[in-house]
Every structure is written in C-alpha cells, then in structure tokens.
C-alpha cells in the first residue's frame, strides 16, 4: 500500500485548471491523520484509503473536491 510519509510533499491537479497544482507537505502523521502545509495553512486531515493508497481531500469533501494521493510524490 502507498502510505504518506513525514517530510515528502504529495500534489494533484485541479478537475477544472489543470494548470492548477495543488500541494500538500506532510509535517508528521499517525495511524489515521496527518499534519500538513498547505497554501491554506498548516491542516490536520483524516486519511482514507482507495485501491491500496492512501488519500486526503485538503479542500474538503464536494463533487469536484481535489484528493491528493500517497502516490503523487512531487520530484
């Protein structure tokens, strides 16, 4: 399973400007959490799983909401 690690910063595109990238650094986690910067500020966001990687929603849960995955390692 991909798994969020402390220090590694995870991205995603925006649905509707994929020229839009949206970022978010871990700063540390648990079990079911994780801490971490966003352009919003520092969030605590619950993790959830899906095909075997973790995810996080950082703008919240909607139809078009972003989900930025463990699998999305920004180089």
């Known amino acids: 399973m991909n798994t969020f ?7 995603t595109r925006s649905i509707c400007d994929s020229e ?3 970022t978010v650094q871990v700063l540390s986690r648990t079990a079911k959490t994780i801490k971490a910067k966003t352009a919003r500020g520092v969030q605590t966001f619950r993790i959830s799983e899906y ?21 999305r390692v920004q180089a």
């Open 5 to 11: 690690q402390a220090g590694r910063t995870y991205f």
């Open 20 to 22: 839009h990238i949206i």
């Open 51 to 71: 095909a075997g990687v973790e995810q996080v929603k950082p703008w919240g849960a909607y139809s078009m909401a972003p989900i930025v995955g463990a699998d």
